[in-house]
């Protein structure tokens, strides 16, 4: 699954989608209640920014899942690297947190709720929680992979303890932390959304679930094109955030045991 | 060794567990709906007793097990298809990257406005993003085999049909079933968020409905009910595989793909 650093699959691939949506727009016709035409779509999220509502539904989105996905890829890089570190440590709570990954995200949205009620802290906590583990499990078993001999090495050369953990360790964990922080994207943007569905907060998802609660369905298609961009312009931002990381810290050699 | 890492990993459960009953009965915390594990075993065990629990287990299994199927189905086919076809690769890879990245839970106001409250509706929400892995890895596995096996199977005059299916499928079996495995784990995922936003039928909507009736023990339960299931579910998949593919799946894999 190694994916090159900025690799485009050629824009004719484009060709289906564009013909399908044209034949959905050409096919359809009289009001479809269901499945309304292309062009209907445009015009309900026109209609939506005019009222001055996309704007500030998108930065919120946007902000709170770009603060979940901050926090929760500094804590799992930090707990990673304990854990990591100390063995006994590890051994323990291996079972504890394959649990928790194995936890359908989703479930902790009422949990939250109900802990900690319908607060904006509530929906970066959930964002945490919810993505934090595929980054901590990522560190955890880079540190493990590298560690050893690593710490080795630094002790015959007379390193001092920080200066194994900032010059050995971090850099040779951060491919880790970028592969967790990956995993983690597409997940920490679900769970925003669904937050937002759920408890009827501020954002894209509100958008979302208004639209489908008025029968408003070209507002719903729109609100989904308009989700999917965002989705894959989030996703090109942490290729490209990728490759010029993995530029500064390339992975090193030293993982074979 | 294996057994002490279970021991060990067990330990640190039992440690967790008790630290938290101690916490909530020490009166130490403070959040008003946190349960104890005792209650939440309590409220299980209550479940358990009545039967709307196992129906809802049932459908919620039901669900996922459906969607898995169909998308299975759908991204194998379509996975040989574009795997093959350097042709089809070039005129629709860009397709499907752009329609990739679309969050699954965003299907769930389309499946609504299309299908109602219904299991058609939790389909439409579960088939589209588990469809992704099984169909992407199915492609990257065949168009990853050396052209040697062409050749091969050109020298033993294979059909078209007859190589696909003799030759390029068990070759790419092991890739194949890297991404049936993605897509179990999703299909739970997102038969839950169907019925909790949707759907009001399942695991999903009871987790809402307890929470929304303030019922925290029992919302945990149902909680850890659904943790076990995604577990055991990848468990079994594990085990098929495992007697299917012996040998191949020794190694960890790489965590692609969470919810989408």
Redesign the interface.
């Known amino acids: 699954?190694k994916r090159g650093a900025m690799h485009?699959?050629?824009?004719?691939?484009?060709?289906?989608?564009l013909v399908g949506l044209a034949a959905w727009q050409i096919l359809s016709s009289g009001p479809a209640?269901?499945?309304p035409p292309p062009s209907t779509w445009w015009r309900a999220v026109a209609q939506i920014a005019a009222n001055g509502q996309l704007v500030p539904a998108i930065m919120e989105t946007l902000w709170t899942f770009a603060l979940g996905l901050a926090l929760a890829a500094a804590f799992g890089f930090v707990a990673g690297l304990a854990i990591g570190a100390v063995p006994?440590l590890r051994?323990?709570?291996?079972?504890?947190l394959?649990?928790f990954r194995?936890?359908?995200?989703?479930?902790?949205?009422?949990?939250a709720?109900?802990?900690l009620g319908y607060v904006p802290s509530m929906k970066v906590s959930v964002i945490v929680f919810a993505?934090v583990w595929?980054i901590l499990?990522?560190v955890v078993?880079s540190v493990s992979r590298v560690g050893g001999g690593l710490i080795d090495v630094g002790r015959s050369m007379r390193l001092t303890r920080a200066e194994v953990l900032f010059k050995l360790l971090i850099p040779a964990v951060v491919p880790g932390l970028l592969?967790?922080v990956r995993?983690?994207t597409?997940?920490a943007?679900?769970?925003t959304?669904?937050i937002e569905?759920?408890t009827a907060m501020p954002g894209l998802?509100g958008l979302?679930?208004a639209?489908?609660r008025n029968?408003n369905?070209a507002q719903?298609?729109g609100?989904?094109v308009l989700?999917?961009l965002l989705?894959?312009t989030?996703?090109l931002l942490v290729n490209v955030a990728e490759a010029v990381v993995l530029r500064r810290w390339p992975p090193r050699g030293l993982a074979q045991d | 060794m294996k057994d002490r890492g279970l021991v060990q990993g067990t330990g640190g459960l039992v440690v967790f567990l008790v630290l938290w009953e101690g916490v909530v009965r020490s009166g130490f915390a403070t959040f008003d709906y946190l349960p104890a594990p005792s209650a939440v075993l309590a409220a299980l065990g209550k479940l358990a007793a009545g039967g709307a629990f196992w129906g809802e287990i049932g459908h919620t299994l039901l669900a996922a097990l459906l969607g898995w199927a169909i998308a299975a189905l759908v991204g194998v086919v379509a996975g040989l298809a574009l795997g093959l076809s350097p042709w089809l690769r070039r005129y629709s890879l860009a397709s499907i990257e752009a329609l990739r990245p679309l969050p699954g839970v965003a299907f769930a106001p389309v499946g609504l406005l299309a299908f109602g409250f219904s299991l058609q509706m939790e389909l439409a929400v579960i088939v589209l993003p588990t469809l992704w892995p099984v169909l992407v890895n199915t492609m990257g596995g065949i168009s990853a085999l050396s052209p040697r096996l062409g050749e091969v199977a050109r020298s033993f005059r294979l059909g078209r049909f007859e190589a696909t299916l003799k030759v390029y499928a068990p070759a790419a079996a092991a890739s194949v079933l890297v991404g049936l495995r993605l897509s179990m784990s999703l299909a739970v995922v997102m038969a839950v968020i169907a019925e909790m936003v949707g759907n009001p039928q399942g695991l999903g909507y009871a987790v809402v409905r307890e929470q929304q009736a303030l019922h925290p023990a029992e919302m945990f339960g149902y909680v850890f009910v659904i943790g076990l299931i995604g577990i055991l579910m990848n468990w079994a998949l594990m085990a098929v595989a495992k007697r299917v593919l012996p040998g191949e799946f020794g190694r960890p894999l790489a965590m692609e793909a969470g919810a989408r």
């Open positions: 699954m485009l699959p050629p824009l004719r691939g484009l060709a289906p989608l209640p269901s499945f006994p051994r323990w709570s291996a079972l504890l394959e649990y194995a936890l359908p995200p989703p479930v902790i949205v009422p949990v709720v109900l802990m993505s595929p499990l990522n078993s592969l967790g995993v983690a597409p997940l943007i679900v769970i959304l669904l569905m759920l998802g979302l679930i639209g489908q029968f369905s719903v298609f609100m989904l989700v999917g989705g894959l989030v996703n």
